[in-house]
């Protein structure tokens, strides 16, 4: 098979439940054109050369015109790029601005100091499934955890939550880079309208906050001043809704394919019935294995850039194939098996570099205490269908549903 | 018996002796253990402590954030060694294989490790050094009495010799918010290591944050009370300072003193060795049975044109004794070079700097990420057309990047376009390092030459 139409399979529903032979594939050619136009780097070495390259742009108004038309990237004209989407020196300021609020350090404790209340919310939304049956993972637990989480830090009313997973999920949605030219069109009017609204709200919300302050982030935010001073009123706009996005869509994924992976080996989930200390080593094996975040399809070359034997040009549409190179023998030894308590391993799920996930900590957190309380919960779990319906994204690529049996819930 | 059979034998009940028990000889110690080594392993210190960490003694320990007494180096594995704290090596005889102690022991060997670092090099007019008040910082014993006098709140503290350790004084004063004068020979704080370009920041750095900066001048003499106390300091532009605690940070001298007359090449460059950590002897001859690590060696490095480098840097102690352990129980064929990336990092005035390679070998400069005015940039050095090293304030995160740069000896001035670069990335610049000849405080990396020996050989030729 030629690697030119691998791309296309990747993103092809059909491979959703198992991309991980076509990254095999890939890895042949750790650099390799797709036909659509963007560089595929899929080896870890070279993925992670690139996300500490210096000659490497996350800011799509960078790539040229036919780069940026061929991937579909284009500037929403109403909001300007969040700091995921944005170079150094602009995305330093803001990512320090908002981590005064988040971690280190400033705030070293924030995320540690939040263990009682984020268990307080596994054990309500768990103790809610008694007397079930069957109950669906990603509804009734993956999916309400870390919404519930990221809405608290922020300081969204609860009543308001609904309101967001539907801006939120048609924002993901837009994340995707699949159909024709012109569903991505259809489907990126769709997003902007998403984020208009989105925008809206947390604008009115930041002003309230502005003026009676509360503990939260939105307050911080608003009123503090440190050392680079303060977002302007838009940039706070812009970084809610990034934290908000990135808070709804990633762990909801860890959390689910953790469930998944742990059904599939059975000797493992009763080892972490008896031993919640391999939650820490168990998560990170589960972002090499099945991260939420399979690629990062938004780098842009800003000169040319010569990767394991292949020159990228200028200008170019490059995407990092993360999933893939957590899956490379030439890094991990026997890549393909789940290892719960692997030593050594420096997988890419968050990223690397500049851009390395800014929640890592929250979401190692929530998963964490997710999947132990699940294991030590949920009574005799099976899974009703392997493997289960996907959702359609390929890049924050994860189950839609995940349909278990239960015998009941424990105390 | 065959040599194979010999480093059995020796392996299972040979003899190894580490002089300088701190962080190269720790470390080398327990990496001999986990290589195998089941003989007699004994450490030899001259102070009475555990071995302890010294880059916490001018951060934290100042700041009072951990007691001088609490930088115990962490134990990887058990040595199972005899300790021979408090007593110093004091002579070493090759041919019989042997280690003097002052208190008049001997310890005979099989293989020897030197790891005896480096010390403050003192203040040179000797009756002031003792002056009540005056300090140097190297070892826990300093930091408790230092940190003692920061704590009582001196009247004013002066730092003479602006490099990473004086420097990172100046920043613990500040930030205790006792006042400080620093005195610097060069033209600004770390030119010896950073060079002109990047010290004009270092010196910004440090006004801002209130300190008295005096570059270009040189402290004529330290003047005490009647009662011995250090009570004023007068310098070379005829200006003085009442200070009641004086801190010397002139760099380092290598403790070699006890090899003076072994027939080891060592001298006040330290000691040198091949890259695979065996000694040179007087003659040029490398050694088969005397390693050396840590800040007291200088090795020749491929990337630096073969230059010897004497690095004082932590993880270049680590990383050397780990070698040196390797190849000391190791056939021939089984040893390793150490070939290490000159790497160090420093934290003063909420700065995070970092670098990598030997900027003092460098022409030029060009600030590639960021910017000089906001403290915030990485910096690459270029030597005749080559990166050759890297520096950055507050941006850690790229050095892995310009590490591989060196590696590949890439092009100088790099020819790429990258994120965050300024108006002032354009163009290099002369680097600005003083002349290596008149150090005003110890770069963290010297280049010593290309031959293995300090003093001369004298050359007879035999007649025919
Ligand atoms: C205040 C301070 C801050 C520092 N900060 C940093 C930093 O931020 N980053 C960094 O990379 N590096 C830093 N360093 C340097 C780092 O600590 C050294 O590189 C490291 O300690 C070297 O270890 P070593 O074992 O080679 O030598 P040393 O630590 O000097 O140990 C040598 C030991 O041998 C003993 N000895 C000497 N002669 C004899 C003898 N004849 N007989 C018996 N024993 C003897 C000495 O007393 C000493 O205990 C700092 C050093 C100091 C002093
Ligand atoms: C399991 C859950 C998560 C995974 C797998 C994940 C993964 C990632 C990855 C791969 C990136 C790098 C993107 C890039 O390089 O372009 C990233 C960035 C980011 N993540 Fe996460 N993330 C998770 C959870 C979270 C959470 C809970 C938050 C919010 C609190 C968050 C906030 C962010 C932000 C703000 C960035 C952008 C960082 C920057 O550009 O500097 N993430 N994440
Ligand atoms: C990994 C693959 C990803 C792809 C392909 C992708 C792509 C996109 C695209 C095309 C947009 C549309 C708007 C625009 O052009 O600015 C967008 C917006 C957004 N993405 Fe991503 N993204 C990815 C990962 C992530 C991750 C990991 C996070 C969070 C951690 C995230 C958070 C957001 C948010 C919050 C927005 C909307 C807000 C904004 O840009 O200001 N994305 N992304």
Redesign the pocket.
């Known amino acids: 098979m030629t690697s030119v139409a691998l791309l296309r399979q990747v993103l092809d529903y059909a491979n959703r439940p198992d991309p991980y032979p076509l990254y095999a594939e890939l890895r042949r050619t750790p650099v390799v054109r797709d036909e659509a136009g963007p560089y595929l780097v899929s080896t870890y070495w070279a993925v992670k050369g690139l996300l500490h390259d210096p000659r490497i742009s996350?800011d799509a108004r960078n790539l040229t015109p036919e780069a940026a038309e061929a991937t579909g990237q284009e500037q929403d004209p109403n909001l300007p790029p969040s700091?995921?989407r944005l170079d150094p020196p602009e995305?330093d300021r803001l990512?320090r601005l908002a981590m005064r609020p988040f971690g280190p350090p400033h705030t070293p404790r924030r995320v540690f100091e939040m263990h009682g209340e984020l268990a307080g919310i596994v054990t309500g939304l768990i103790d809610g499934l008694r007397g079930r049956d069957a109950i669906d993972l990603v509804d009734d637990v993956s999916y309400p955890f870390?919404v519930t989480v990221?809405c608290r830090i922020l300081g969204v009313p609860r009543e308001d939550e609904t309101h967001f997973h539907e801006w939120a999920d048609t924002i993901a949605a837009g994340l995707d880079p699949v159909g024709t030219p012109e569903e991505r069109a259809a489907k990126m009017q769709d997003v902007q309208q998403a984020r208009r609204d989105l925008a809206m709200y947390l604008a009115g919300l930041i002003e309230e906050r502005r003026r009676s302050p509360r503990d939260d982030m939105l307050s911080a935010l608003a009123t503090e001043h440190g050392p680079d001073g303060q977002m302007s009123p838009v940039e706070m706009i812009t970084t809610s809704v990034?934290?908000l996005i990135?808070?709804h869509e990633?762990?909801v994924n860890?959390i689910t394919n953790g469930m998944l992976t742990l059904l599939r080996h059975p000797d493992v989930l009763q080892r972490l019935r008896t031993e919640p200390a391999l939650a820490g080593p168990l998560v990170e094996e589960l972002?090499r294995f099945e991260?939420?975040?399979q690629m990062?399809p938004?780098r842009t070359t800003l000169a040319e850039i010569e990767v394991a034997g292949t020159v990228i040009p200028k200008g170019a549409a490059v995407y990092l194939m993360?999933a893939s190179g957590n899956r490379d023998p030439q890094r991990f030894t026997d890549p393909d098996r789940f290892v719960p308590d692997r030593p050594d391993n420096q997988h890419l799920?968050?990223?690397h570099g500049?851009?390395?996930?800014?929640?890592?900590p929250?979401?190692r957190l929530e998963?964490q205490l997710a999947l132990t309380e699940l294991v030590r919960r949920l009574d005799a779990p099976q899974l009703v269908e392997d493997p289960p319906p996907y959702r359609q994204n390929a890049v924050l690529r994860g189950p839609r549903h995940l349909p278990l049996t239960i015998g009941g819930i424990r105390d | 018996m065959t040599i194979d059979g010999y480093l059995e034998a020796f392996r299972r009940e040979g003899r190894i002796v580490v002089v300088g028990a701190s962080l190269a000889g720790l470390r080398a110690a327990e990496a001999l253990r986990a290589e195998g080594f089941a003989g007699t392993l004994t450490l030899v210190g001259d102070e009475p402590h555990e071995p302890y960490d010294r880059p916490p003694l001018s951060k934290q320990v100042l700041l009072g954030k951990v007691p001088a007494d609490h930088t115990r180096l962490p134990r990887v594995r058990p040595v199972d060694a005899q300790w021979r704290l408090g007593s110093a090596a004091t002579g070493l005889d090759l041919a019989a294989k042997r280690v003097r102690l002052a208190d008049g022991d001997v310890l005979d060997y099989d293989r020897l490790l030197i790891t005896t670092g480096v010390r403050a090099r003192p203040w040179p007019q000797e009756l002031e050094a003792e002056l009540d008040g005056v300090f140097v910082l190297r070892t826990q014993d300093d930091a408790v009495q230092l940190h003692h006098r920061l704590a009582a709140g001196p009247r004013r503290v002066l730092v003479i010799g602006a490099g990473f350790t004086g420097s990172e004084i100046a920043s613990a004063c500040r930030e205790r918010d006792v006042p400080v004068t620093v005195a610097e020979r060069g033209a600004a704080p770390l030119v010896g290591a950073l060079g002109g370009v990047v010290g004009e920041v270092a010196a910004e750095l440090q006004r801002a944050h209130g300190v008295d900066l005096r570059c270009g001048v040189q402290v004529t003499g330290l003047e005490g009370d009647s009662a011995g106390r250090v009570r004023t300091a007068h310098f070379s532009d005829g200006t003085a300072v009442a200070c009641d605690v004086v801190v010397v940070a002139l760099g380092a001298t290598r403790n070699t003193e006890w090899l003076a007359d072994s027939g080891l090449g060592a001298g006040p460059r330290g000691i040198a060795c091949d890259a695979g950590c065996r000694a040179f002897d007087v003659r040029g001859i490398v050694t088969d049975d005397v390693f050396v690590a840590g800040d007291v060696a200088r090795s020749p490095h491929p990337l630096f044109g073969y230059q010897f480098l004497s690095l004082e840097h932590w993880g270049n102690a680590v990383a050397q004794a780990e070698v040196a352990a390797h190849n000391m129980v190791s056939a021939s064929a089984e040893r390793r070079p150490h070939l290490w990336m000159p790497s160090f990092w420093s934290a003063q005035f909420g700065v995070n700097i970092k670098s990598v390679g030997v900027p003092p070998m460098a022409d030029q400069i060009m600030v590639t990420q960021g910017s000089l005015a906001e403290q915030r940039f990485t910096a690459a050095y270029g030597f005749q057309g080559r990166v050759i090293a890297a520096v950055t304030f507050d941006q850690a995160k790229w050095l892995d990047f310009y590490e591989r740069q060196i590696e590949r000896a890439a092009s100088f001035p790099p020819e790429f376009t990258t994120v965050d670069r300024r108006p002032e990335g354009r163009q290099p610049v002369a680097a600005d390092f003083p002349d290596p000849s008149q150090p005003s405080h110890g770069p963290t990396v010297t280049l010593s030459g290309y031959s293995p020996t300090d003093r001369r050989v004298s050359f007879t030729p035999r007649r025919a």
């Open positions: 996350s700091f995921l995305h990512r870390p990221i990034l934290l990135a808070g990633t762990t860890l972002l991260p939420p975040v990062l938004q993360v799920g968050f990223g500049l851009h390395s996930c800014f929640g890592a929250l979401a998963a």
